[in-house]
Structure formats: C-alpha cells, structure tokens
C-alpha cells in the first residue's frame, strides 16, 4: 500500500538552529514528492517538490530538500530556522500513474524557541 | 495571480443541519479537489471535480457532495451534519491538464458543528 511516514510528530528547535524534518514513503516506483506548510488555522502552502533530475529541491523560505531513492527519503531541511516558521510540515507524494491522487504524511510540528 | 479563496471562512452549525462550502480555483485550474482535516486525524481526500464532472470520492458517506461549475469553482455540501463533521475543510486546484501536477491549497473554511 502506498503510505507516508513522517516519524517525528513534534520537533523542537532553538531559532537559529539547523532543521531537518524527516519523511519516508512507501511505493513501488518513485512517485512525485512534495512538502507543504500549514501555518495554525490557514490552508497549506507549497514550499517544494522533486518531479525529476537533481535530487536536491530548492524551496521558498529557504528551505531544501534531498530525495534519497535508495532509503525512499524526501527529507526537508533549513540551515537557520526562524520563530516564523512555527507550522506544521507535510511530506506528501503523488504516484506517476495517476496524478490526481496526493498521500500526505501525518505532519511535523515545528515550534521555535526564541 | 490570485491563489485558491474559500467561503466563508467559519461556519457554526448545529446537529443534523446542511451546509454548503465554497471554493474558486486560480484562474487557469481546471481541477478541484476537497479534502477533510479533522482534528488528529490528518487530511483525508474528500472529492475531486475535473472539467465539471466528479472523477473520484474518498471514504466517505454520501452525505458529502458537491459539484463543479462552468467556472471551475465548486461547492462542497454536506447535509444531515453530525458533531465528526467539525473540521477544517480545504480546498485545492490543479491544472488538471498535465503530469506530474501540483495541487495549490485554499486557506481553508472552519465548520463547527453543535
């Protein structure tokens, strides 16, 4: 079955730390892989996605991403986090065989302490 | 370019009661989909309108409909509303016209049932 992991529900980070926001997915050929943001009560925002070619996604906000085809990993990554980007964060993919079907991850909550 | 808006954005209603959501895609979209996020139980897939017509449905009852318009824009109705219906309804679009495609997120309306 197709399915989404995203194995840690809360992370904490200090704001100027490093973050990296794991996901992993389960599906039998590499599907097209996405990360969303949801700040508290608004809709989810695309920040980036990996269709093909190089496996390092550059995102908005400063944020990238490394698709790893060989631990079927999409993990989502900032140098510096900032008190804004206090959200929770969806790893989402879309098998190539039928594109209007998107999976997404249970969420990560990021919360920043200043 | 506008992005996806969603009406209204909360919505109070009681037990057994129908309501009707409202979604405009962006300009150019011709697929739209809904989905359900309840609390604790993620973003669950609840339709998907393609050039008026409604080319799959989540798990759920048939209770949930909706339609799309010449437009593009859809509504999400929901009758006989029970208390579970409580919940962030999103809306998104695609360009429906190509693969691989991305879905782009409404900011969402609040339904609460009494």
């Known amino acids: 079955a197709q399915s989404v992991t995203q194995p840690d529900i809360h992370i904490t980070v200090s704001e100027g730390a490093s973050l990296e926001l794991r996901c992993n997915y389960s599906?039998?050929?590499?599907?097209?892989l996405f990360w969303y943001v949801q700040s508290p009560g608004q809709g989810l925002q695309l920040l980036l996605k990996?269709?093909?070619?190089?496996?390092l996604v550059q995102g908005i906000k400063g944020f990238e991403a490394e698709f790893k085809r060989s631990q079927s990993s999409f993990n989502l990554r900032k140098p510096s986090v900032h008190w804004s980007d206090a959200a929770e964060y969806f790893c989402a993919i879309t098998p190539k065989t039928s594109y209007d079907k998107v999976i997404f991850g249970p969420g990560t909550s990021l919360s920043v302490i200043p | 370019e506008a992005g996806v808006t969603q009406s209204p954005t909360h919505l109070i209603k009681t037990r057994g009661q129908q309501v009707t959501l409202r979604c405009s895609p962006i300009?150019?979209?011709?697929?739209v989909y809904w989905y359900q996020q309840a609390l604790g139980l993620g973003l669950q897939f609840l339709l998907w309108?393609?050039?008026?017509?409604?080319?799959n449905r989540g798990n759920f009852p048939p209770r949930f409909s909706g339609r799309q318009f010449p437009n593009y824009s859809s509504e999400l109705n929901v009758n006989a509303l029970e208390l579970e219906d409580s919940a962030l309804y999103l809306c998104?679009?695609?360009?429906?016209?190509?693969?691989?495609?991305?879905?782009?997120f409404g900011p969402g309306t609040r339904l609460t049932v009494l």
């Open positions: 990996y269709f093909s070619g190089d496996t």
């Open positions: 998104a679009s695609s360009s429906g016209t190509r693969v691989p495609d991305t879905q782009y």
């Open positions: 309108y393609d050039e008026g017509e409604e080319r």
């Open positions: 300009s150019g979209h011709t697929s």
């Open positions: 599906y039998g050929a590499t599907p097209y």
